[in-house]
């Protein structure tokens, strides 16, 4: 009996192996071609970073990506979400569809640093003429992921499936449309034929060869909230003859961070309700008839969003009418919370482990910013991680952060990105046989 079992417990083993090591032969290679082309990639961020582009206005930067690809004989397809480029590259075998993001947008911001690739674009941003940077890595993004494309069209014979390269538009969103980005790329259909997403943002506070990955809730959902607080106005001296809005939104303020104390299990995630601008009055003596509050909702999860919608609307109007005025609250829905698929992320675990070391990897509290890669994983399972991109021995603390004019990114950890990448892809393919 166990001679004639034999071979049925070997077969699995035999095959199980024989993937095993289908894909360490291709991580091999991957190393061998991440590491040939690491001054390629540097030279491409640097281009994008001195010639940055606002979401949807990407034209150079999508050129150059759609030149690349076409080159390596990938099937593009331009002007996807208004300036999106999608690469479709045909593994030699059968396969899953698997899909990578790389966003291509630039931010209003005038750069400070000086470096021989400074940004040397402006812009008109919201009606205000404006220097335009990189300030959020998303040229090191498009970067590495050309690199990707070449590392894999490489080996497009062992390719066991199919990889859709997506660079994509307005990830940082834009004020004149109603819809942009990952949302558009969405519904244009770019999703349909994928099995599973993967994407990683650079961290310029997080040291290069480490990798931060989390299960689960990853980045917040985000919402703007507007609040219009209007009462009566009054001279100065006589404020009982008004109903003082200034107050009430004082109040108003006071009330929503009892949502955050009292009404949201912080155990479990965190969340955030900032309100970012008080607009109000012209004149010392003079209370106003009406006050303009505007913030930001950051909410992990649809639940949690719920029941802080719920408590910003409660208690929003509940003060204004406690002191006699009258409220517009409008709260609109940007990006859900980017949520990485809990089977998907424990399956590429040993990819990351491969590719960075497992002593290089950390295991990530939720982040409050938000990632429009959040609407790919709606459609697909995804999962999302942060490379490193600050300077070895670094400190977080007094380094850049994003979004800010002196960012900076150390390039070694490029080539980390492209070797992470690319595993995600090989890895899963070989999971599907």
Not at 56 to 84: F, P
Request: charged share 20%; with cysteine; glycine share 10%.
């Amino acid at each position: 009996m166990k001679n004639r079992l034999l071979p049925l417990i070997l077969a699995p083993m035999i095959l199980g192996s024989g993937t095993l090591l289908a894909q360490s032969s291709l991580r091999t290679a991957i190393d061998t071609k991440a590491n040939a082309i690491e001054d390629q990639v540097i030279e491409w961020r640097r281009d994008f970073h001195k010639y940055p582009e606002l979401g949807n206005q990407e034209t150079r930067t999508a050129k150059i990506v759609a030149d690349h690809l076409r080159s390596l004989g990938i099937e593009v397809t331009e002007n996807v979400a208004v300036t999106g480029v999608v690469g479709v590259l045909r593994g030699g075998k059968p396969g899953p569809t698997v899909a990578l993001r790389a966003d291509m947008d630039g931010l209003p911001v005038t750069e400070r640093n000086d470096l021989p690739f400074k940004s040397v674009n402006t812009a008109i941003y919201n009606g205000q003429e404006t220097g335009v940077m990189h300030a959020c890595g998303h040229d090191s993004h498009v970067a590495i992921l050309m690199g990707v494309a070449e590392v894999l069209a490489s080996m497009k014979a062992d390719l066991e499936g199919s990889v859709k390269f997506i660079f994509q538009p307005a990830e940082e969103g834009v004020f004149d449309a109603d819809m942009a980005g990952a949302e558009l790329m969405v519904k244009e259909g770019v999703m349909d034929d994928v099995d599973a997403v993967f994407g990683l943002h650079i961290n310029s506070q997080t040291e290069v060869g480490k990798i931060g990955y989390r299960s689960g809730p990853i980045m917040a959902a985000v919402d703007n909230l507007e609040i219009t607080v209007k009462g009566v106005q009054a001279h100065g001296a006589y404020p009982w003859s008004s109903v003082d809005p200034i107050v009430t939104s004082s109040q108003i303020i006071m009330g929503l961070q009892t949502i955050l104390s009292r009404s949201v299990n912080v155990t479990q995630n965190p969340a955030v309700v900032t309100i970012g601008a008080i607009h109000g009055g012209i004149r010392h003596n003079i209370i106003p008839e009406e006050v303009k509050l505007i913030g930001t909702v950051r909410t992990f999860g649809d639940e949690q969003q719920k029941l802080v919608h719920k408590r910003i609307n409660e208690i929003v109007i509940n003060i204004a009418e406690s002191a006699g005025a009258t409220v517009d609250l409008k709260l609109e829905k940007l990006y859900p919370s980017t949520v990485n698929d809990a089977d998907l992320t424990k399956k590429m675990l040993p990819s990351l482990e491969a590719a960075a070391g497992a002593e290089n990897l950390i295991y990530l509290n939720p982040v409050t910013g938000a990632e429009d890669f959040s609407f790919f994983q709606r459609e697909k399972p995804g999962a999302f991680i942060f490379l490193g991109g600050m300077k070895k021995g670094g400190d977080p603390l007094t380094t850049p952060s994003h979004h800010t004019p002196g960012f900076y990114l150390d390039e070694s950890g490029f080539t980390l990105g492209v070797r992470v990448m690319s595993y995600f892809v090989v890895d899963y393919m070989g999971m599907k046989k």
